[in-house]
């Protein structure tokens, strides 16, 4: 009998759904009525639409109806199907109104962040500070930032705290795809794009250009030439000879600067 009922439940599973999700059922947008398979389907379809003031995103909470897609039969809200007695996902969230067939995803819901996330209710913890779930090797471990996570991506531009992709954060504190990180690591660019500290240590690569300008006599004109740099990593200000390879903060030693005006003294 227990057999028989598993069955059922299990009719279906993985069979169905979008390029987001399997599931085994679609929901109705409350917003615009419209039937789509999930939030990332409505989203991605409304931002298409050519009058700006169509496009709106779908709030996860306000949906009251889905669509089982083994019966066709639209209901409230539930996990099984009413009619058909098929589980509509294996994994539900009756706060989001989620499903999803594909537990190996480890999907869970995180009440302080108010949203369902996935990898392992375990491998995370919630940052009170920084106001999102982070994985467990960070806690006591990165500089917290609030609200680090409530914003776009700064090299895709996608909004961060429920992005489904793993995130990255810098030594600075700020976040950002782990995809659009090694994309940028890949290019050698190794400072923050939104406040430039570096996001490695960079000491080895201080050292070398410690070497090329040892190695490398500025012209004479050039030689008693001197700038005021703002040092990206500490913030402080240094008036240091000008070189062509780079100029190194008189504070902390990184050539993570650029140069500015000089500071206006009181008289
Ligand atoms: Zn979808
Ligand atoms: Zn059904
Ligand atoms: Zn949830
Ligand atoms: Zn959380
Ligand atoms: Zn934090
Ligand atoms: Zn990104
Ligand atoms: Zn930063
Ligand atoms: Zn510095």
Not at 145 to 151: I, L
Not at 170 to 180: A, I, L, Q, V, Y
Request: hydrophobic share 30%; glycine share 6%; with cysteine.
């Amino acid at each position: 009998m227990e057999g028989a009922t598993n069955e059922r439940l299990d009719f279906g599973k993985m069979g169905y759904g979008c390029q987001h999700y399997r599931r085994r059922c679609m929901i109705r947008a409350p917003c615009c009525n419209e039937i789509y398979s999930c939030r990332h389907c409505h989203n991605e379809a409304t931002s298409m639409l050519s009058n700006i003031l169509d496009r709106h995103e779908l709030v996860r909470e306000d949906v009251k109806q889905v669509v089982c897609l083994v019966c066709d039969t639209e209901q409230p809200v539930a996990q099984v199907c009413t009619n058909c007695g098929v589980r509509m996902g294996e994994y539900f969230c009756d706060i989001c109104n989620f499903y999803d067939d594909d537990i190996e995803k480890q999907q869970f819901h995180c009440d302080d962040c108010g949203i369902c996330r996935i990898g392992g209710r375990e491998n995370f913890f919630h940052c009170r500070k920084c106001g999102s779930c982070y994985s467990v090797g960070l806690r006591d471990n990165h500089l917290c930032v609030e609200n680090s996570m409530r914003h776009h991506c700064p090299i895709c531009y996608e909004y961060l705290f429920d992005s489904l992709k793993d995130t990255a954060v810098m030594k600075c504190g700020h976040t950002m795809h782990r995809e659009c990180y090694n994309e940028m690591m890949k290019r050698y660019k190794y400072c923050c794009p939104i406040c430039s500290k570096s996001v490695i240590d960079m000491s080895g690569t201080w050292k070398i250009i410690d070497e090329e300008i040892e190695a490398t006599v500025m012209p004479e004109d050039y030689r008693d030439r001197k700038v005021w740099i703002l040092c990206n990593d500490c913030n402080d200000t240094t008036e240091v000879y000008f070189h062509i390879i780079g100029q190194k903060c008189g504070h902390c030693r990184s050539y993570n600067t650029r140069a500015i005006a000089p500071p206006v003294l009181p008289q």
